[in-house]
Structures are given as structure tokens and as C-alpha cells.
């Protein structure tokens, strides 16, 4: 199962990372399940970062199509 989740979210990234378990961290990990009851959203943009920074994590996000992410972090940084 961690493996798959693994390859799942890092299949669209040109190097995927490829973790590595061993035996006593998988008898670590427990699956749960939670009930949403409400959502509460927060922009995390990189408003705490250099602008070189923010323009690198927007160029990223454009290079993975996420054009409108990276857009909306340009448009909330700029106005700082």
C-alpha cells in the first residue's frame, strides 16, 4: 500500500522519488479514517519567501500545468 500510494503521487514528477522501508517502520504505519465535518481554507502562497524564490516555485508550477496556482501565488506575492 505505501508503495503504490508512493508511485501514485510521484508518478507525474520527472524524477519521481522512490522511498525506501524497511520491515520496522512499515509495522509503524496505521491507516485511519476521518469524518470531515468542515473545511477551512488558507493560502499558503510563499509569501514568506524571496521574490527569486516565489518566481522558481511559479515557474514549477507552470512547467506541472498548474498555470492557475501559479498565477494566483504571482498576483497574492506581488501585492506584499
Known amino acids: 500500500m505505501v508503495n503504490r500510494l508512493t508511485k501514485v503521487h510521484e508518478s ?3 524524477e519521481p522519488w522512490q522511498g525506501s522501508y524497511d520491515d520496522n517502520m512499515l509495522r509503524e504505519i496505521v491507516g485511519i479514517g476521518i469524518s470531515i465535518n468542515e473545511i477551512q481554507c ?3 502562497l510563499s509569501q514568506n519567501r524571496s521574490a527569486a ?3 522558481t516555485v511559479a515557474l514549477q508550477l507552470k512547467q506541472q500545468d498548474e498555470i492557475s496556482l501559479a498565477e494566483a501565488m ?3 506575492n506581488s501585492s506584499n
Open 53 to 55: 524564490e516565489q518566481e
Open 42 to 44: 488558507k493560502y499558503k
Open 12 to 14: 507525474n514528477f520527472a
Open 74 to 76: 504571482l498576483r497574492s
